[in-house]
């Protein structure tokens, strides 16, 4: 494909499709206004934005509000929005997933982590170890998938309650 050179043509192809921006212009992935239209189409276009839009609070969330399920924008954000305690909960309400690419100091931020896995429940894999043994946030995980018991710790594995509820998932997946 041909490289966007015009504005206004970049504008258009964004709005129909976000992911356009890797065709535009190096000087256009730069300008807000066209990364935005980007990535209120598709969220995952933040990756051919530049830098200094990764790292424009308003920018990427609004690329969390329009994750696609299969690529977190939150994965392409600048570092310093993945310790931004909210933009992270917005990722994770969105897709749980996103959990990999937060800051450490969030991964073992219990309300970060329950909200994560209530949408994702394989998103215990990317939590804390400390929260791998909480039960609750445990129980909220299986709740949503029960295979993500294989990620609970030791401890939690054999509580009965909280394989009970794995299984209830798992069986209801059968159905």
Not at 1 to 25: C, F, H, P, W
Not at 146 to 175: C, I, P
Request: no cysteine.
């Amino acid at each position: 494909m041909t490289i966007i050179t015009n504005r206004e043509e970049a504008l258009v192809k964004v709005k129909q499709d976000g992911q356009s921006l890797k065709y535009v212009d190096e000087k256009l992935k730069v300008d807000r206004e066209v990364v935005l239209e980007a990535v209120k189409n598709d969220g995952s276009a933040l990756e051919y934005a530049d830098d200094s839009l990764k790292a424009d609070r308003e920018v990427v969330l609004e690329a969390l509000k329009q994750g696609d399920g299969y690529d977190t924008p939150l994965e392409y954000a600048d570092d310093s929005l993945k310790d931004d305690r909210e933009v992270v909960i917005e990722a994770v309400k969105n897709d749980g997933s996103a959990l990999e690419y937060a800051d450490d100091s969030l991964k073992d931020d219990r309300e970060v982590v329950i909200e994560a896995v209530k949408n994702d429940g394989s998103a215990l894999e990317y939590a804390d170890d400390s929260l791998k043994d909480d039960r609750e946030v445990v129980i909220e995980a299986v709740k949503n998938d029960g295979y993500a018991l294989n990620h609970a710790s030791d401890t939690v594995k054999v509580d009965r309650e909280v394989v009970l509820e794995a299984m209830h998932f798992n069986t209801l997946k059968l159905l």
